[in-house]
């Protein structure tokens, strides 16, 4: 790495300015007014101050969570989340709280500004649950549109002819869905991206063994919907 | 309107810097404004975080679609959302994490309390007795002590603790003597008609989901619905008054002699005050009315008392631990200790007393000055008569045996609130002379038990500064006062006079002392000859700043004149300083900008300080403010292709 | 070619080494080799221990001191509790010296009694400060709180930054004053700050029902790679980049399988050792049991909980020197605990020899008792540090006779004080070759606190 030539002349200046302060005694310096500097031009600057992303606030994640869930109640989601299923998908609420960064007034314990491991994890936890219950709501019982609040499309009705076309049209709806704006202001590599997934889970799912519950699609789609409730855009602000 | 945050640069010391130091010069001109109708991603990212910000969360497909039309206007869009529950939430949620005005500790007021403990019927079948500790009672093998003796149950029953003993069955005559069958008010609606019939969720069909007594407290230990519970007969008594009761005893027996009924300590004597009062009327809800009258008791179906399931820390209701998005939101829901009820409802009269600042746009200064606040059924209870169980021990020897001058005057609380009714919240204009916003809520006051704790909380939360002692040191000394003790008095210069405020607030409760039977200095405090004075003067006045007039007022040393003034003086004072605006304008600020304010954000916080105050100190104009700022839609969008500030469409 | 960042550092090091007599500290990459394989365990008795009971013991009244007494205290449950004259009638402790030690304990001390020979004490802390969350943020991060908020990382960050960024739970945090602040630290060593040890198994869990982990790791993958330009796309890309590690920390957490044994159930299980239902402190129990679990199985650096609540203003101090009487029977099992279990790297070596333990409190309780019979805040503290690279069975720093207040015990830099929390904290750090300045504003070494080893 080249040295900066600022820290050069200033670590000079300063070892110059010891020495010189080391050898003689202090010195009055007579007061001289000098002449305005030319003004050759101006230039503007933004000078905003700039900060990190943040993460979005915990309460915000919880009702945008329960929005997603078709606007329940904690305690409605956490059933509907649970489903048959016991707590392979869902455990309950006060397993996540204190990792999703809730503060505790009682005990002073100031909430979290910062994602950390855990809190990753139990981002993935509580949105494959929300993706899984939502593929089951939306693509496989197929309610109206409107009833939909995460996949408002219909899949292509044979399997395998998705082109990027096709998948481009659907993702834009869960892009808006999570990410808050439409998929062509997104980064150029994002789309071709997530098409690879759909299609890279889709065939794995055709292979897999066990069968899951999903079909091959369904599981495409929901990898999709992980992709985006997961993603750094969706927790940062 | 803010300004926007660009400066013109003087390029000769520009460049000068720039070659000094290797920095690149400042970026080029901001590229023209984008076409109306077309939204680019800055607008996107800027309507989600407005969303997070106002409406609580991410947009939605549809809000998005909304956006997008031409005729979106983004004025009127942050206009609407300057009120709703969002809104509310996301103020409240600043202070909150500032004051953090949610209890972790129990309370009990004693003649409020029962305890419910277990003895065995005369069928050998188990049998409820619900009682208070410390009750009079007129058979001296009881008095002070449960209602059955340990010769009638085989048992020592002591609240707070398990009972001691071998249970055995309780004669009927025993039980029909000494208790009696109440319909209690958590259990009816209509506890006080003459014959209850309004059973919770038999009769009583809809009542509000958020009370929820615990199933022990429905049900009798054989699973049947509890339809009346039993209670020792003093704790029965209804009236408001009873009268004050002289055993005869003057002395304890013997610690030779076997005490009556099998009990464990000897009853109470009489008190000097007792004998001399003997028969006179006392107000059954004080401490008093429990230690002095065998005639006091909780009330029709026992309003003036709560319930539990056991003899100490054991549930009465069910409510959240949880509920971030607010009470109506759970995240769980559990049997909590019957001391932890009231407390729970202190929370929520804080959260609801900010609330409504925030909803109905109020001055803020309120939050310290306001008179008024919300009550829902159980703190209409606890105001009502609950209360006033926290006094009076010491207090009494200066002649208080009942509050006199309460920070929430019992007569204000609106009359038709049943202790059942969680979810109806009414407003009450006016608590009383003492009461100044949050610093006379319970909550405040048991979450900060001491002056200096409340003023402290003060100190930060309202004027954003804080007591940090650096390398101050301390060297030993006699002084007792802090302000002058070398190495303290960096902090405590500045503490002490501020906890001035809260000296006739007594610690670890609400309690008000009120001047007229509290002077500053108590003439009738003497010191013995060890230098010491009696109890109750030691325990409300400092004997470290005793003069020829007597003792301080605890905490009032270093500002009589704040002492004196109260809780309302310190609203007062600290509301009228500039720090109170700026503090509160810096909070909201540094929340919706996500990041602590700096040094470049001072020509923002001062203009947005001037609006607030020019505004009457509305939080809605500074949000306004704030979320209209350039510096609101610049904040935290560090894309290195972002466009300058001021360059884009709306 | 010397580059500005070798400039600093030979400078910074070198003038600090001039400055305390040390030799300069080592590279980043000696620190990392020396220090592979330590543990570290920090434990935060909440809310301000009453020293006077164990770490520094007064039984007598002197000056503004009243000592623990029959009249305040219930010692029933207190096994060290020997009953001494008091004035008065009521009775007070005997001063407890273990044989062979020079060191003197109050009996709260519980088991520290029986490992004199392991322990380090420091009293006469200055905390200048009485209120609990500047306290709790002093004792762990050496800075007081600047306008409320934290200015420095907690120790337990600092250690995770440098030895622990390759742990797959580099730092645990379960109600512990954990701060992650600072402009040089590694995104992968946010604190997995968790209310309970319980909810890490559950956190963890996965269903196989509708995806695999295959697949769940594929979106991983992808948003790592969306992390990634996002970062690129970014002025400042700390965030961004924090979040492609923490994925990459998801996955090898998600692969290590460990959701069942980090549960409570399992935990007790594998340490029946330690005791879970005390009457203060059954939840620091397993949390001490989650320790010693990731230590063995290498996959922690650091372990922090806080323990109890001492803060005993009122009646509830009769059972203070109880309370303390747990917390320390714990850390001595905790300590026999990693005895018994082999280090998971090093051959031949028991964990205890390279877990290091420091517990703090917010700062400690008045010498007077107060009129609700309780003790209120006082600016003083002891520390305890457990560690085979501190000085054992040794104490250092005091406090006055009279008034319990910190008295000076060494020439600093600037000038003769009392020990505070930043020396300790710097001290502690520096024992690891972890160069203090590099995380803390203030604070010196103090090398008689250290084995002669650990300061060379």
Redesign the interface.
């Known amino acids: 790495?080249r040295?900066?030539?600022?820290?050069l002349?200033a670590?000079l200046f300063a070892a110059s300015l010891s020495a010189g302060c080391a050898a003689r005694l202090p010195e009055h310096v007579q007061a001289v007014s000098l002449p305005s500097?030319?003004?050759?031009?101006?230039?503007?600057?933004?000078?905003?101050?700039?900060?990190?992303?943040?993460?979005?606030?915990?309460?915000?994640y919880?009702?945008?969570y329960?929005?997603l869930f078709g606007g329940l109640?904690?305690?409605d989601a956490q059933k509907l989340a649970r489903g048959k299923?016991g707590?392979?998908?869902f455990?309950?609420?006060?397993?996540?709280?204190?990792?999703l960064?809730?503060?505790?007034?009682?005990?002073?314990?100031?909430?979290?500004t910062?994602?950390?491991?855990?809190?990753?994890?139990?981002f993935?936890?509580l949105g494959?649950a929300l993706c899984?219950r939502a593929?089951e709501h939306d693509l496989r019982a197929k309610p109206p549109m409107r009833e939909r609040a995460i996949f408002?499309f219909d899949v292509l009705p044979a399997p395998g002819v998705m082109d990027e076309g096709a998948f481009g049209a659907r993702f834009d709806?869960l892009h808006?869905?999570?990410l808050?704006?439409?998929r062509r202001?997104a980064?150029a590599?994002?789309t071709t991206?997530?098409f690879q997934?759909y299609r890279?889970?889709v065939g794995?799912?055709r292979t897999?063994d066990p069968k899951?519950?999903?079909t091959p699609e369904e599981?495409g789609w929901?990898?999709v919907c992980?992709?985006l409730v997961?993603?750094?855009?969706?927790?940062?602000? | 309107m803010i300004s926007r945050s660009r400066s013109p640069v003087v390029l000769f010391a520009a460049v000068a810097l720039a070659s000094l130091t290797g920095l690149r010069p400042a970026a080029s001109a901001p590229a023209p404004a984008a076409a109306a109708g077309t939204r680019t991603l800055d607008d996107y990212r800027h309507f989600r975080i407005a969303s997070i910000d106002l409406v609580g969360r991410i947009p939605t497909r549809d809000e998005l679609a909304a956006f997008e039309r031409p005729d979106f206007d983004w004025d009127r869009w942050v206009e609407s959302h300057l009120e709703g529950s969002a809104y509310v939430e996301r103020l409240t949620r600043i202070y909150m994490d500032a004051l953090r005005l949610e209890p972790n500790l129990n309370f009990t007021a004693v003649p409020s309390q029962l305890y419910r403990q277990e003895i065995t019927g005369p069928d050998g079948k188990p049998v409820h007795v619900l009682y208070r500790g410390g009750q009079r009672r007129l058979r001296e093998s009881t008095d002070g002590d449960f209602c059955l003796t340990p010769d009638e149950t085989g048992l020592v029953v002591r609240p707070m603790a398990a009972a001691v003993g071998t249970p055995k069955k309780t004669s009927k005559k025993a039980l029909d003597t000494y208790t009696v069958e109440v319909k209690p008010w958590w259990l009816y609606r209509d506890y006080k008609a003459e014959h209850p019939t309004e059973r919770y969720k038999q009769g009583w069909a809809n009542p509000d989901p958020q009370f929820r007594p615990v199933d022990a407290l429905l049900d009798e230990p054989n699973g049947k619905p509890t339809m009346e519970v039993r209670v020792c007969r003093e704790e029965a008594h209804e009236a408001p008054e009873g009268h004050i009761y002289a055993s005869g005893r003057a002395k304890p027996p013997p610690t030779s002699s076997p005490l009556p009924g099998g009990r464990a300590k000897a009853a109470p004597v009489d008190t000097a005050y007792a004998i001399k009062h003997k028969g006179e009327a006392i107000a059954c809800d004080t401490r008093e009315g429990l230690s002095m009258a065998v005639d006091c008791g909780c009330g029709r179906g026992l309003e003036r008392c709560t319930p539990n399931s056991g003899t100490g820390d054991t549930p009465a209701f069910q409510y959240p631990n949880h509920m971030p998005l607010g009470p109506d939101l759970p995240l769980d829901s559990a049997g909590q200790s019957a001391l932890r009820w009231y407390p729970y409802w202190w929370s929520r009269e804080a959260v609801h007393f900010l609330g409504y600042l925030f909803a109905e746009d109020r001055d803020f200064r309120e939050v310290l000055t306001g008179k008024e606040t919300w009550v829902n059924g159980p703190l209409a209870q606890f105001y009502k008569t609950v209360q006033r169980g926290a006094c009076c021990g010491p207090e009494a020897n200066f002649g208080m045996h009942g509050e006199t001058e309460p920070l929430f005057d019992p007569a204000r609380v609106p009359t038709d609130l049943l202790p059942h009714d969680v979810d109806r919240w009414e407003r009450v204009a006016d608590r009383g002379a003492h009461a100044a916003g949050i610093l006379t809520m319970p909550m405040y006051l048991e979450k900060y038990a001491s002056a200096r704790a409340r003023a402290a909380a003060i100190y930060n939360d309202f004027l954003c500064k804080s007591f940090s002692a650096g390398q101050a040191e301390l060297t030993p000394s006699e002084d007792p006062d802090l302000t002058r003790r070398p190495g303290c008095q960096t902090c405590h210069a500045t503490l002490e006079p501020l906890a001035a405020y809260f000296a006739r607030v007594e610690p670890a409760s609400y309690v008000y002392l009120p001047e007229s039977l509290f002077p500053q200095k108590a003439a009738t405090c003497k010191k013995d000859k060890a230098g010491k004075m009696n109890g109750a003067c030691n325990a409300l006045y400092d004997v470290a700043f005793f003069d020829d007039k007597g003792p301080t007022l605890r905490s009032a040393h270093a500002s009589p004149a704040h002492a004196s003034a109260g809780p309302v003086g310190a609203a007062a004072d600290l509301t009228r300083m500039p720090e109170f605006a700026s503090c509160a304008v810096q909070r909201v600020t540094s929340s919706f900008l996500g990041r602590p304010t700096t040094a470049d954000d001072a020509r923002l916080l001062q203009s947005l300080t001037k609006d607030f105050v020019r505004s009457g100190f509305r939080m809605r104009s500074l949000v306004r403010g704030v979320v209209l700022s350039d510096e609101y839609r610049r904040a935290n969008d560090d894309r290195v292709d972002a466009p300058p500030v001021g360059t884009e469409a709306r | 070619m010397t580059t500005r960042r070798t400039f600093l550092k030979v400078l910074g090091t070198g003038a600090a080494a001039a400055m305390v007599g040390l030799p300069p500290l080592r590279s980043i990459a000696d620190i990392g080799q020396a220090n592979d394989g330590e543990f570290f365990l920090f434990i935060h008795a909440a809310g301000g221990w009453d020293v006077t009971l164990w770490a520094d013991p007064r039984n007598e009244a002197r000056g503004i001191l009243h000592p623990a007494s029959t009249e305040n205290t219930d010692p029933s449950q207190v096994r060290l509790w020997r009953d001494a004259p008091l004035e008065g009638g009521a009775k007070t402790f005997e001063l407890i010296r273990p044989p062979g030690s020079s060191l003197v304990l109050g009996p709260g001390a519980g088991g520290l009694v029986d490992i004199v020979d392991r322990i380090t004490i420091v009293n006469g802390l200055a905390m200048n400060t009485v209120a609990h969350p500047d306290g709790a943020t002093f004792s762990a991060t050496g800075r007081h709180l600047q306008g409320g908020r934290v200015a420095s990382p907690s120790v337990d960050t600092m250690i995770s930054n440098e030895l622990g960024k390759e742990q797959l739970f580099p730092t645990v945090s379960v109600r512990f004053p954990s701060a992650y602040v600072g402009d040089n630290l590694d995104r992968r060593v946010v604190p997995l700050t968790i209310g309970d040890v319980g909810s890490i198994s559950r956190t963890l869990s996965r269903t196989q029902l509708y995806d695999a982990n295959p697949e769940r790791d594929r979106v991983t993958a992808l948003l790592s790679l969306e992390a990634e330009d996002l970062a690129r796309r970014s002025t400042y890309h700390d965030v961004a980049d924090g979040m492609r590690l923490q994925y990459a920390s998801l996955q090898r957490m998600l692969a290590s399988n460990l959701g069942d044994v980090f549960s409570a159930e399992g935990l007790k299980t594998a340490h029946p050792e330690l005791t879970y239902k005390t009457r203060f402190l059954g939840a620091a129990a397993l949390d001490a049991a989650f320790a010693i679990e990731a230590m063995k199985r290498n996959v922690v650096r650091c372990v922090s909980f806080a323990a109890g609540n001492f803060d005993t203003h009122a009646g509830n101090y009769k059972t203070h020197a109880h309370a303390q009487q747990e917390l320390f029977d714990l850390v001595t099992a905790t300590l026999r605990s990693l005895d018994a279990i082999p280090h998971p790297t090093k051959a031949g070596a028991k964990l205890s020899e390279h877990t290091h333990i420091l517990v703090v409190s917010e700062f400690c309780r008045t010498p007077q008792i107060n009129l609700g019979n309780g003790r209120d805040h006082y600016p003083n503290n002891s520390a305890l540090v457990i560690s085979p690279r501190f000085k054992p069975n040794f104490v250092f720093g005091a406090t006055d006779a009279d008034q319990l207040l910190p008295r000076p015990v060494k020439r600093f830099i600037d000038g003769e004080r009392a020990i505070a929390p930043p020396d300790l904290l710097a001290t502690f750090v520096s024992a690891f070759g972890i160069d203090p300045r590099k995380y803390m504003r203030d604070g010196e070494i103090v090398p008689e606190l250290l084995r002669a080893a650990a300061a060379a």
């Open positions: 790495m040295p900066s030539r600022g820290f002349v670590s500097p030319e003004v050759l031009g101006v230039t503007a600057e933004d000078s905003a101050p700039k900060a990190d992303l943040r993460m979005i606030p915990p309460e915000a919880m009702r945008t329960l929005q109640a904690p305690l299923e707590a392979q998908l455990d309950n609420w006060d397993a996540y709280v204190s990792a960064g809730f503060a505790d007034y009682r005990t002073d314990i100031p909430r979290l910062q994602t950390n491991a855990l809190m990753v994890a139990t993935e936890r494959v899984d593929v408002a709806v808006r869905t999570f808050g704006y439409p202001l980064p590599a994002r991206r997530f997934l890279d889970i794995m799912h897999a899951s519950r999903f599981a929901a990898a992980y992709g997961r993603h750094p855009e969706f927790h940062l602000y």
